[in-house]
């Protein structure tokens, strides 16, 4: 995205939220409008490091490019479970066959995880603007519980495939139900069992064939399997293991809109939690992923547990006006892009990403104070506080209404000195100095054409959500 394109984002969002604007959700078009797809829709939950920022409900998030993305409602929920433990985690969105939509998702609230359920909650949805016809239906009888609820349009069967994590008292494996409705569930089977305990099942459906994600619960990596049929037990194996941090479930898996790249994001717990890592392939058949830079993609605040699916611009357009935008910004670094700008005893730094409090990495990116042309930082968290450079250091202060802190606090927005579809930021009142990080805290510094190239991607940041 070029730097006038985030600029006018980040704008863009400011003054939807200070309009008050409502956005709304339309899903993945029915399948005939599949060649009109350009942008996607994203759902999850929320868990933060000390649980402060934890959601357990339907969160939503748009991208045009499938990999920045916008959640929507001020990453607020847009709906909540009413029935069973009135919690939800692991949610997924599926467009029917008939355009409508209907979100399946695991009962379950906190991180409690040795509770058996036979449930899932479902709800209906006409273009995910609002959702109707909640229910929790029963999937089987058994001792165990109904993890990470998944489903997909079988057509040989004429029926939707419900696939969840489940103990069939040998051991962890997926289990399925068919159903045309949602309602009536059917008898479960066993969908997938490769002889050891697997978990988190998704399938991305390409024409004829059918590919499964899923993390083997033994060696803690994600694989790919492949089916020509999508029936159970049809399965093989095609991938190598794949694993980013120290512990890693949830894969998804995403096909590109505009090209033959196909996404595999895994949800990452450890050794910090909510942290999102994607590789990508231009062949899945041939089995082999490469990482993706976190530099090439910004997930929503605190996102766990994600379900992505293709939209059309409309459709986009309509969640933006449903839900709204976001009133704030987030600033990711270029070379440390797992840290993001935040104020922690008012000294602004750049820390490793996921945070708490949340807010501390969020900012109101305002009209500059000393000239409208550039830009201030407030503080979501701490309204009326700004950052502003003060020897040179940047810090959180109040305004105190004076011209020399109005001066302090206001950078003009450049083209990225380490890449210029990112951001730089020159201050007002000293032209040859730019922000950046030293050290992880935040500066001005001198920096020109001779600076190194470290010293200008240190001055380089994202103007993301």
Known sequence: MSLRHRLLAAFTALATAAAGALVAVSLTAPPAAAANYSAYVMGYFKESPNASGDSYALHLAVSRDGLDWMPLNQNDPVVTPTDGTRGLRDPYILRKQDGTFVALATDLTGRVFNENNQYIHVWDSTNL?????????????MA????????????SRNQYAVIYSANNGTRDVFMVNYTTDFVNMGTPEVFFDPGFNVLDGDVLVDGSTFYLSYKNIGDG???????TTGAPNSFTTISGGMRQGDAIEAPVLVKSNTSSTVWLWGDSFAPANAVVYGWQTANVDGGSWSVMNQQAFTPPINAKHTTITPITSAEYDALVNRWGAPSWNRLKSYNFPGRYVRHADNVA???????????DQQWRVVPGLADSAGVSFESVNFPGRYLRHF??????DPNDGTSIFRADATFYPTAGLGDSSWTSFRSYNFPDRYIRHSGFALRIDVLSGGSSATDRQDATFDITY
């Open 129 to 141: 603007t609002s959702f109707t016809g909640y229910r929790r239906v029963k999937l089987h009888s």
């Open 144 to 155: 165990t519980h109904s993890w990470a609820p998944e489903a997909f349009w079988v057509p």
């Open 221 to 227: 990596n994600l694989y790919v399997a492949r089916s």
């Open 349 to 359: 730094r750049i820390d490793p990403f996921p945070m708490d409090p949340t807010a």
């Open 391 to 396: 020897d040179y250091n940047l810090r959180l």
